[in-house]
Each structure stands twice: as C-alpha cells, then as structure tokens.
C-alpha cells in the first residue's frame, strides 16, 4: 500500500515591509516639488528681503507665471490622454502674430480678431489630433510638423513684426488691472486653471481623459470614444496656446514671429514638475501650477541676484531634466507599491 502523499500547504505570502528609505523616496517624490519650491522662497526671503519680500515682486512673479500657466494647463490634457503636443510654442507665436494682423492689416475690430485667434488655435488642435487619431501619425512628428509649417506661413504673412496699427484697448488688455490690482493675465490665468481643472475632476469628459491616459484599450472597450477625446485634448492645448500668444502680443504691443517658442520648454519643464506633485506620476492641473509657480520663483530670484541671462536657460534645462527624473521615480516607487 503506497502512503498517500499530502501536498505541503502553501505558505501564505508575507506584505512587504517599507523600509524607511523606501518610505523617505515615496514622500520626497510626492512631496519634493512643494518642499523645493518653499525652500526657494525662504532663500531669497532671507537673502534678498527688501525685494523679494514686496508685495510689487510677488505681483511679478505671478505676472510672469500667468502665460506659462495658461500653456502648460493646454498641455496637461495631452499628456493625461498620453500624447504630446510640440507645436504649442509655434501656435502661440503664429496666433500672436496673426491677431495684430486681423487688426493692423484688416482692421477687424479686437473683439473680432481674438475670437478668430482663439478659434484658429483650437482649430490647429483640431488638426492635430485629426493626424493623430485617424491618420495615425506619431504626436511628437505631426505637432512638430505642423509647427514648423506654421512658422513658414507666419513668414510669408508677415515677414517683419507687426508693431503699427494695434489699438491702445489691445495692449490694455495685457497691461491693465481689473480687479483687485492684480494684472489682467493673473486673472485670466485663474479662470483659466479653475475651468481646466473643473472639467478634468468634475466632469464625464475629465474621467474619460483620465481613463484614456491609464489604459487606452480598456477604455476603447468599455464604450470610450478614444479619437474624439483625444482630439478634444489637443484642441484645449490649441486653445490655451492661441490664448497665450494673443496675451504675449497685447504685452508686447506688437505681433513678432518666433516671440512664444520658448514656452515650448517652459510648459513642460513645469507639467513634468507637477507630474511628480501630490501623486504618483500623474499630470494634473494643481501639479503644472506648482511646476510653474517653480519656475517662475527661479527666474525672479536669478535676476534679484543679478545672474546672466544665459544662467535662464541653464535653469530651466536643469529643472525639466530634474522633473522628469522625479516623474519617473515616482512612477517606479508606485508601481512597485
């Protein structure tokens, strides 16, 4: 008779435990952003008090944050669908240069000739995401394409950069303070941020974005239409870049091609420094605020400073590296959570 041989039971498996380094890696990537960003204000709080302290400068920095705000905000979206957009500098710089065309050139009244621009931003969006959801083109080679191809039909616009002809009520729109005393673009930037994240927290369309950037085929699965949400992300960055190029050009009080190109770099240095905000790799409209409010502290405190201007490039090369390297930890420390 053979014994019957008993399967040895399994051994239930352990939780892992957090080390304490583990648990330092996970907080510095959720947190370091913010602790960065309150350690730079401190430093120039306690070195350069008499300025940076003014109520004047704090109203600069946010002045100088609105614009990259308003186009990283655009760029959010498509990176939460999972896309990229590389033609949001271009689009501002060619809307830019357009709206004071409509003005200078066609005489359209402003009213007119921003809801032109604004529309022509969202319909290059449009476009956008038409090559990339139904022509299949990668996003990074279409945005590009496209915005190099805007470049060219600027220049045959106008080859010189439109300064005669703006009305004084276009500049004011940029230059003038409504409310508060806070400068116009503070303000606009604030509806602008309040709306995207409304819609991208508190709304269908906003779960569906969400959904889309987790898992595209479980969401093309469970019903999602992936194309059409896609396409309404790029024309939301198409829309907030026209905006930030009208804004630019009524600051600027003129329409100068190329003048928005570095906003390109600036918005994502500041979405992937917010990627690395509050969650774990996630890109959100509260993240991208605090990417840019870094920003923008660093860029004051350089000229408080008296640093030269190429330290600016320097800076913001190092903070989008920076930001991406933060990015991609926490996406390894909440994978293996």
């Not at 120039?44 to 990259?68: D, M």
């Not at 409304?198 to 595209?216: P, R, Y």
């Not at 570095?262 to 979405?271: E, K, N, P, Q, R």
């Not at 990627?275 to 409209?285: C, D, K, N, P, V």
Request: glycine content about 12%; some cysteine.
């Amino acid at each position: 008779m053979t014994a019957e041989t008993v399967p040895a039971a399994k051994e239930a498996p352990q939780p892992r435990k957090s080390s304490w380094k583990r648990t330092a890696l996970i907080g510095l990537s959720r947190y370091g952003t913010i602790i960065g960003l309150l350690l730079m204000v401190l430093f120039f709080s306690i070195n350069a008090p008499g300025v940076f302290l003014s109520r004047a400068n704090f109203l600069n920095i946010l002045s100088q944050a609105s614009l990259t705000a308003i186009i990283a905000s655009g760029l959010t979206y498509t990176l939460v669908v999972g896309e990229f957009d590389l033609s949001i500098g271009y689009v501002a710089s060619f809307v830019g240069l357009i709206v004071t065309g409509l003005m200078a050139y066609e005489g359209f009244p402003i009213w007119l000739s921003i809801l032109c621009a604004l529309a022509l931003g969202a319909g290059i969006g449009i476009l956008n995401g038409l090559l990339v959801t139904k022509v299949r083109i990668n996003a990074v080679i279409s945005t590009l394409g496209i915005g190099t191809m805007l470049t060219g039909i600027g220049f045959t616009y106008s080859a010189f950069p439109i300064a005669t002809g703006i009305p004084r009520a276009f500049t004011d729109i940029s230059l003038g303070r409504i409310a508060f005393g806070l400068p116009n673009p503070v303000i606009i930037m604030v509806v602008v941020l309040l709306a995207l994240w409304t819609v991208l927290n508190k709304t269908d369309i906003g779960q569906k974005m969400q959904a889309v950037g987790s898992n595209m085929e479980a969401a093309r699965l469970s019903g999602i239409r992936v194309d059409r949400i896609k396409i309404f992300a790029f024309a939301t960055a198409g829309f907030c870049a026209a905006l930030t190029g009208t804004l630019l050009s009524s600051l600027l009080g003129s329409g100068t091609l190329a003048a928005a190109d570095g906003y390109l770099l600036d918005a994502f240095a500041a979405v992937f420094l917010g990627s690395a905000t509050l969650r774990e790799g996630e890109f959100h409209i509260t993240g991208t605020l605090v990417g840019v409010l870094i920003l923008a502290v660093g860029f004051n405190g350089l000229s408080i400073f008296g640093a030269p201007t190429h330290f600016q490039p320097i800076f913001k090369g190092g903070i989008l590296v920076l930001a991406v390297g933060m990015s991609a930890l926490a996406r390894r420390y909440a994978a293996s959570a």
